[in-house]
């Protein structure tokens, strides 16, 4: 591995950690109406919304590690 993409990776992991750890209350956020709306509504609801997330998380997840993927393979060739 390059120095400078080592350089690249480490502050990029340093800049991630920083984020993570600098806020934390900040992902105790949430809509408290979105919340007591979806807890009253019983657990087929509650299953409904679990897939609903898979289904907007798993592509965007997919899209994310592709793009990856073909960024360091590039990177790599070069």
């Not at 750890?21 to 609801?45: E, M, S």
């Not at 798993?58 to 060739?77: K, N, Q, W």
């Amino acid at each position: 591995m390059k120095a400078r993409t080592r350089k690249l990776l480490s502050r990029t992991a340093l800049a991630v950690l920083c984020a993570c750890v600098a806020v934390p209350q900040a992902l105790a956020q949430g809509c408290a109406l979105c919340y007591t709306t979806a807890a009253a509504a019983g657990p087929a609801a509650a299953r409904s919304l679990d897939a609903g997330i898979l289904v907007l998380l798993v592509p965007t997840l997919v899209m994310f590690v592709g793009v990856l993927t073909f960024a360091i393979r590039r990177a790599s060739v070069s």
